[in-house]
């Protein structure tokens, strides 16, 4: 028996393991309960620093920290609806919301972009250091790839919009790598490396931003769709 069937079987032998790993939507749900006290917490710490400093790049990170953590909120408070009715209404009025807080992402976006180009703010780091945030980042892009196909066939929106969610932040990490590889590599000049990341940063608004108006559009279908069917 190998160690990660050992762990599974571990987790099975108690009442909340067991969910975890046989309940697809609670893990999904659960990945965004805990994802939205990471987002959270960096986005008081951005807050916190912005009126310290008196900051607005501080202060645009913080809003964008915020927004995440809002839509990720929504979501796993969604979860917790308990009658079917209701629940579908809910989610379909989070798919909406969130829609709308990617679009306003997307905007939010192109500030930080603006000002971390304007400013030229980007975060230098060691071999080291870059070479575990870039694990970490393409374990991420694997991880919402993985969820992508695994969740292709499954009809809950909820799991669907707590994806979306998790592709823009996805999107956002790609960014803030290539801009810290960037700076801490130092490979290309200035010129291109300004432009390579402002048709980075370009691509990225431009996806978080579609991902807003699809989910919305959708939310508003299938909205209209379920009150068609309780007339």
């Not at 070479?131 to 799991?159: C, D, G, W």
Request: aromatic share 10%; glycine share 6%; hydrophobic share 45%.
């Amino acid at each position: 028996m190998n160690i990660r069937r050992k762990i599974l079987d571990k987790l099975e032998s108690t009442g909340p393991g067991k969910r975890i790993v046989k309940d697809v939507e609670y893990r999904t749900v659960l990945t965004a309960a805990v994802s939205f006290l990471i987002n959270l917490l960096y986005a008081l710490y951005n807050g916190g620093l912005g009126i310290v400093h008196r900051s607005l790049w501080f202060v645009t990170m913080c809003a964008y920290y915020t927004i995440l953590s809002t839509m990720r909120f929504c979501a796993v408070l969604c979860s917790r609806r308990r009658c079917p009715s209701d629940s579908a209404d809910m989610t379909y009025f989070v798919m909406k919301l969130s829609g709308v807080l990617l679009a306003i992402l997307s905007f939010v976006l192109t500030g930080v972009v603006y000002i971390s180009l304007s400013e030229n703010i980007a975060t230098k780091y060691n071999t080291i250091v870059m070479i575990t945030i870039a694990t970490y980042t393409f374990y991420k892009i694997t991880m919402a790839v993985m969820r992508a196909v695994k969740q292709k066939e499954n009809p809950s929106p909820l799991p669907a919009v707590i994806r979306t969610i998790g592709y823009a932040d996805v999107a956002v990490s790609v960014l803030t790598l290539q801009r810290s590889m960037l700076a801490s590599f130092g490979e290309m000049t200035d010129t291109k490396a300004h432009t390579m990341n402002i048709l980075t940063g370009a691509a990225v608004c431009f996806f978080v931003l579609s991902l807003g108006i699809v989910l919305m559009l959708k939310g508003i279908k299938l909205s209209n769709r379920q009150k068609k069917k309780g007339m």
